[in-house]
């Protein structure tokens, strides 16, 4: 991923609603694709730790782009998947149900709630979560891929409200699905409830209700005729579907290779009223073909205030003449089937069975981190979706200075059978940049990236939604510190910049090196920088031109970024209308680097 813009982008993430649609079921499934697919995207840890063999990225801190979440989505029907199996996961906690409902010869099952507390990141308050999980049969013998309710909603009858539902699809890749699909074609997800939970002694009532359940699989079909500007293709003979190629662009030193479609108005559409039913999966994508050889894909979802469509591939290496030779696929959610229903099951919960009741307790030992850094931990806050500890760094360390430990790169936590991953929220680059400057910093963890001790290398997932921390031994280990540099009196000489690119290189704060790629594009002067593995941008840099000082343009723009050789990602300053002179000077404003000398453990209860 673009490494210098993840603050912003784990910004948007975070800032999305979390019950409408269900993200944490979505980077889930990107997580369970990325691993598939083996991406070359990088993630901000330290030197790589024994732990998954496959994992590249650190749940749960999801720093994942937006691109990431459109695109992945699109594919994740696709059959990546096939290859993983759930391992058996630790005694169900919560409340056991039995509860059902069928309309139509589907069976929906209710088979397990819990209910409890939930900090999510971003969040200082606690908010009451239940999750719901569920089982769905009596599928025939329609080669279904995923499916899922357009209506659907939870009331609670003792008091009448309703409550806020984000109910999961059903995806006979997902990794809780994927053995009973194939045993008796059942298919498993979970549901989140959130709001005015009752929390009073007793047993309380609920009634589910779902309707239009619609069922769909991903197709893909070849598309006839080479790519060219202004082409139409019939992409669905069938359904006189029709698309338009109107603009080719080509960037031959990036390798990225846009082309825009225009599709027509019988564009396939999952005609159901909530437009993030099956958002992961009802998108359409075209990909590029060399041959037998697939070169990549993109998508576009429904709906936009433009029918237009732009896909972005990466051909780097490819000939013009090989350019020509490319064909094209068109992949969308076909519509199997639609049941109506409805589903309405009425179900009572049990308080002292379903709810795992926060437990607040001292740190024990957080003396060795303490020592490393000078930050000191509050009371751990064991939840029943994760474990939440204010961390004080004092007043002075809040804002972002040289030589300050950031954060720590992996944070994990252990009760000697499953460990899970977390991460600090809000860390002072993100305070640097004007996001969530007053709010506290915790350590936090998640459990839907937790795994069971001695799966770290297999090629399997355990999966959680819940977990009960309660009474067990705990221990945290941080590693992989980032210090931070920043040095307002080190810049570098680039010479003159002219037309044709000329690279400079300086050197780190740990001896590695920054390679700046520097052009002038009319009035404006841009630098391309690009970091070494385990080196982090903070903050870009600062152009000085005869001893004035010029900022980049924070706007993005297509120029912002460009693909390096490896695949990855380099961030490319742009400064507007900068005189001619004769001195250029660049200074790289902030950046870190990992310390595997400042790992500590912290005792949280032995």
Known sequence: MLRVTDNDTEKKLRGLRKENPNYDAMWNRIRLETDKRNSGWQEHTAVPQPRRGRRKWAIPVACASLAAVVALGAAASQGYFESLSPQAQAASVGQAMQAQAEAEGIVLKLNNVVQGKDRGYGQNEALSKMVLDF???????????VAGFDKSSITDLDTGKKLELSM??????DIR???????DRTLNTSARATGELGEAEGPHRYRLETSDLYMIRRTTVPIEGGIKLGAEYTVLPDRDFKMKI????????????????????????IEAQDSTLLAMDRGNSVGLKLGDRELGWDSWSEGGNSREAEGSYNVKGLTEDQLSDMTMTFTYAEPLRVVKGPWTID???DPAKAEIPTETIPVEDDSALT???????????????????PLDRGAEDRPLHDGQIVNYGSISLTDGEVTTLGGQDPTPEMKMNGYRSE?????KFGVQGMVRNGNENKTTNDYWESYDFRGKPLTATFSGAWIAHIDPDRWVSLGVPTEEEQKVTDTLADGKKVVYTVHRKGKDVLVEIEVPDYASLYEGTRLRVDGKDYAYDKEPTEDSSIQNARGYYNQVDIYRNVPEGEKFEINLLAYGTVDNTKDAKVIIRK
């Open 135 to 145: 089982s769905l049969s009596g599928f025939g013998s329609e080669d279904v891929q």
């Open 168 to 173: 999961g699809d059903f995806n006979t890749n």
């Open 177 to 183: 699905s994927v053995d009973a699909w194939e045993a």
């Open 246 to 269: 109107t603009d080719i662009k080509w960037n031959k030193k990036s390798g990225m290779l846009k082309i825009k479609f225009l599709p027509d108005e019988n564009v396939p559409k």
């Open 347 to 349: 179900f009572t919960i």
């Open 371 to 389: 020592e490393q850094t000078g930050w000191k931990l509050g009371d751990a806050q064991l939840d029943a979706y994760g474990v939440t500890i």
């Open 439 to 443: 709010e506290q910093e915790f350590v």
